[in-house]
């Protein structure tokens, strides 16, 4: 996979995080359904980055897969993962 130089992605494949949904500002329908995952265990599966418009920033979203058995796929923007130090 490409990545930007100027700002690589934080989380790498295979990285495990933790899913921190963001509190500040409004809620907005993608709150509600990323909400039931916090503060659980996941392991990045894959990484995607889109750029604004104006190419002046990229932001990076995550596939993540729950561990602790169980199977579902989350899809999250970087600042709703936190490092998992194992």
Do not use: N
């Not at 100027?6 to 933790?18: A, L, N, Y």
């Not at 921190?20 to 500002?25: A, D, I, L, S, Y």
């Not at 995952?37 to 889109?50: C, E, N, S, W």
Request: aromatic share 10%.
């Amino acid at each position: 996979m490409e990545v930007d130089r100027k700002r690589p992605p934080k989380f790498i494949t295979g990285q495990k995080v933790i899913i921190h949904p963001v509190k500040e500002g409004g809620r907005t329908p993608r709150d509600a359904a990323i909400e039931p995952f916090a503060g659980k265990t996941a392991t990045v599966q894959d990484y995607y980055y889109i750029y604004t418009p104006d190419r002046s920033q990229v932001f990076y979203i995550y596939t993540v897969k729950l561990g602790s058995g169980d199977k579902a796929e989350v899809v999250a923007h970087e600042d709703e993962l936190k490092s998992v130090i194992d």
